[in-house]
């Protein structure tokens, strides 16, 4: 056992005890089947996730409504009975490992994988004009992410998480950059947030005491885009509303690849400093994540108070012995992420299943095989 004393200590998340700081943050890694199933593959690299020892497992991106809402045609399906038993396999899987488990719910907007994407305004997406949302629309939508959040609760998940992140339908709303709207919903920040609080209240109004978390864009790293000011702000409303958690994270996919970013994204904690500002705003947990990969700089990001827990993405996914490893003082055997590598990223945006080219060979091959 080492001296990391916060880390590995308790938190109590409104009526859930965490067992330590780490959660594992979101990563989509194009395990689920065609048409959003849940396959043997995602269940056996959930399991996985929830056997290293953290705390939290917060499932990737599920839809709310397929195919608008859909990044792609392997998005998990949270809308719709279909999917329901798997939904099941897959909260049981992540429990079963002593892990507690969490679906992510989302709306892409203008980045789904459509031919004819939705968005708050008209704004040009990779060469595409999406459609804007009239209310009745809206209205539409804030009904599904309330269907597909009664869903996760049914089907055994100890908590939702809504998806702001990443640039999909909520933060497009808060975004100044995206949302020229000349109706309630625009303009001011005031109206710009009231679309992601509308779909908070329903939601958390239809799901009673089960605890409904937030994936947060802080900054969208875009010259006319949403900045920490105002998504401070925004922080507090959430916070207001009462979720159960902030994660916070930055970029979208119109700015993950800049050069700029692309250095930045290479740092260790490169998404600290967002976190720490959101922290100071809001009464609730914070989460923050971007890699995050040694046990040193968990330890000290908790015991600074700059967040409440680590977010832990392809940093657990390269290892996930990363917790046990730290915890037991072996932290020199961690196989760590290559920041000067986007394998996963680039197989998952071509539609492919991902690895990661520094597992050994023989877990490399085997895992592999397990792909249709
Ligand atoms: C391939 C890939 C898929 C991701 N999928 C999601 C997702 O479904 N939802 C989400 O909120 N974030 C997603 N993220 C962001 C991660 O949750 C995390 O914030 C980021 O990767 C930084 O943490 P890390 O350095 O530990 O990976 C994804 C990131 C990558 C690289």
């Known amino acids: 056992m080492t001296g990391y004393s916060r880390l590995f200590s308790p938190l109590e998340v409104q009526e859930l005890t965490l067992k330590n700081r ?22 056996d690299y959930y399991r996985i996730m929830a056997q290293s020892g953290v705390a939290l497992v917060v499932v990737e991106n599920a839809t709310v409504d397929h195919p608008l809402g859909s990044g792609s045609n392997r998005t998990i399906r949270a809308d719709t009975d ?23 719910i989302n709306h892409a907007g203008r980045f789904a994988g459509t031919e004819e994407p939705v968005a708050p305004s008209a704004v040009e997406t990779f060469g595409r004009l999406p459609r804007t949302l009239n209310k009745k629309k809206l209205n539409t939508i804030v009904d599904k992410f309330v269907n597909a959040a009664l869903r996760v609760k049914k089907a055994g998940f100890d908590m939702v998480e809504l998806h702001g992140g990443t640039g999909y339908l909520l933060a497009q709303f808060v975004s100044p950059w995206t949302n020229k709207r000349e109706d309630e919903y625009g303009g001011s920040l005031e109206n710009r947030q009231k679309f992601p609080l509308e779909v908070l209240r329903e939601v958390k109004s239809a799901v009673g005491d089960f605890p409904v978390g937030y994936r947060f864009l802080a900054d969208e790293w875009l010259p006319d885009g949403l900045k920490l000011g105002e998504s401070a702000q925004f922080a507090g409303a959430l916070a207001d509303g009462r979720v159960a958690y902030i994660s916070v994270m930055g970029g979208t996919y119109e700015s993950f690849f800049l050069p700029e970013v692309v250095e930045k994204s290479k740092n260790a904690g490169y998404m600290i400093d967002l976190a720490a500002a959101i922290k100071k705003e809001v009464n609730v947990p914070v989460i923050t994540a971007g890699r995050i990969d040694t046990g040193a700089l968990a330890e000290q990001v908790i015991g600074s108070g700059q967040a409440d827990l680590i977010g832990l993405a392809r940093v657990l996914w390269t290892d996930p012995e990363w917790p046990a490893k730290v915890k037991q003082g072996r932290e020199s055997e961690i196989l760590h992420c290559d920041p000067e590598c986007d394998t996963c990223m680039q197989l998952v945006m071509k539609g492919k299943p991902a690895f990661c080219v520094r597992w050994p060979h023989e877990k490399l091959h085997a895992w592999k095989d397990k792909f249709e």
Do not use: R, S, W
């Not at 279909?82 to 992510?104: P, R, S, Y």
């Open 82 to 104: 279909e999917n329901d038993k798997g939904l099941a396999l897959l909260a049981a899987a992540i429990k079963n490992e002593g892990a507690l488990a969490c679906l992510q």
């Open 22 to 43: 780490l959660t594992m943050a979101p990563l989509y890694l194009g395990y689920a089947g065609e048409g959003g199933k849940v396959t043997k593959l995602l269940l």
